[in-house]
């Protein structure tokens, strides 16, 4: 059963530490566009609970926000306040957030509990390369980000929050591109 439980973040980070979509580096295809300013200073990570923990708050790299779940359209189950992080420089790369680390994949479970990998369908300011050109991304990046998800989902607010985002997408008719079919979550 899942529960409301701090995630071990310190292990997330330690095997996610080198781990990139494919073996060179993707920002030379698009000029690092995901961690650039959009027009209206709106594009930041939003961090799971407890991964806050992660980090000293004074990192000279970031700015925080305090945001309330409610108004962002997270579950009820996520509690004041949601941290949400703008970068105003280049991060230290060990230090990044686990959302950067999984982009541009994103968690899909199906109704029976199966979690899939899909490209991120959230409407972006930009466009990833690796998702327009559907790049094959390693196969190991995938894995690693599977098993992630596995950690995280036995937090049962994230796993309401990938409920929530997986219905949606059905509801909308969405059809996601699939990377990683298939790992059965209990
Ligand atoms: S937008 Fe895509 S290709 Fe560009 S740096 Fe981000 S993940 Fe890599
Ligand atoms: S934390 Fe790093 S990878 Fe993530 S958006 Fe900021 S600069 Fe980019």
Same mark, same amino acid.
């Given at each position: 059963?899942?529960?409301?439980?701090?995630?071990?973040?310190?292990?997330?980070?330690?095997?996610?530490?080198?781990?990139? =979509?494919?073996?060179?580096?993707? @920002?030379?295809?698009?000029?690092?566009?995901?961690?650039?300013?959009?027009?209206?200073?709106?594009?930041?990570?939003?961090?799971?609970? @407890?991964?806050?923990?992660?980090?000293?708050?004074?990192?000279?790299?970031?700015?925080?926000?305090?945001?309330? =779940?409610?108004?962002?359209?997270?579950?009820?189950?996520?509690?004041?306040?949601?941290?949400?992080?703008?970068?105003?420089?280049?991060?230290?790369?060990?230090?990044?957030?686990?959302?950067?680390?999984?982009?541009?994949?994103?968690?899909?479970?199906?109704?029976?509990?199966?979690?899939?990998?899909?490209?991120?369908?959230?409407?972006?300011?930009?466009?990833?390369?690796?998702?327009?050109?559907?790049?094959?991304?390693?196969?190991?990046?995938?894995?690693?980000?599977?098993?992630?998800?596995?950690?995280?989902?036995?937090?049962?607010?994230?796993?309401?929050?990938?409920?929530?985002?997986?219905?949606?997408?059905?509801?909308? @008719?969405?059809? =996601?591109?699939?990377?990683?079919?298939?790992?059965?979550?209990?």
């Amino acid at each position: 059963m899942s529960s409301k439980m701090i995630v071990n973040y310190k292990e997330l980070y330690d095997i996610t530490s080198t781990l990139t =979509p494919i073996y060179s580096d993707c @920002g030379e295809l698009c000029g690092k566009i995901c961690c650039q300013p959009d027009s209206e200073d709106n594009l930041g990570v939003y961090l799971y609970p @407890g991964e806050e923990r992660m980090f000293t708050g004074k990192e000279n790299w970031l700015q925080w926000e305090h945001r309330n =779940p409610a108004e962002d359209d997270f579950p009820p189950s996520w509690g004041f306040p949601v941290h949400f992080i703008r970068c105003t420089r280049s991060c230290p790369r060990e230090q990044r957030p686990l959302n950067c680390r999984f982009f541009p994949l994103a968690p899909h479970l199906l109704k029976d509990n199966t979690l899939l990998l899909i490209h991120e369908t959230l409407k972006l300011p930009y466009m990833c390369p690796l998702i327009t050109g559907r790049t094959p991304l390693r196969k190991d990046f995938a894995e690693i980000t599977a098993r992630c998800w596995q950690e995280l989902l036995r937090d049962s607010r994230i796993r309401d929050l990938v409920e929530m985002d997986s219905r949606e997408r059905e509801r909308e @008719g969405c059809r =996601p591109y699939v990377v990683y079919p298939g790992i059965k979550i209990f």
